[in-house]
């Protein structure tokens, strides 16, 4: 049974970075596409970067530019780098496969931008 573990996130003024970290047991992150999604008060979750399996890499037009997803397929971790943060950022964001596994959503990580 997979369970992803996201990390990382915060309160951050805009303008501010974060990177946000996925962590999940076995190999996971190699085999599969991945994704970062993220899911705002009222609001559907949504998928914000991908990143294949052979590295192929998406990101919404809300974040390209200022987000980047990487993957670390020896340490079975996922990370996004998220810079030049908005007060539109603020969601709580999760990791899982790309398209996602419902029974692998993990509790995600609060990501707050606000002055």
């Known amino acids: 049974q997979v369970q992803f573990v996201e990390s990382g996130g915060g309160l951050v003024q805009p303008g501010g970075s974060l990177r946000l970290s996925c962590a999940a047991s076995?190999?996971?992150?190699?085999?599969?596409?991945m994704g970062w999604y993220h899911q705002a008060p009222g609001k559907p979750r949504e998928l914000v970067a991908r990143?294949?399996?052979?590295?192929?890499?998406y990101y919404a037009d809300s974040v390209k530019g200022r987000f980047t997803i990487s993957k670390d397929n020896a340490k079975n971790a996922m990370y996004l780098q998220m810079n030049s943060l908005k007060p539109e950022d603020t969601a709580v964001y999760y990791c899982?496969?790309?398209?996602?596994?419902?029974?692998?959503w993990g509790q995600g990580t609060q990501v707050t931008v606000s002055s």
């Open positions: 899982n496969t790309d398209p996602p596994i419902a029974r692998y």
């Open positions: 076995g190999s996971i992150f190699s085999m599969f596409a």
């Open positions: 990143k294949s399996s052979g590295g192929r890499t």
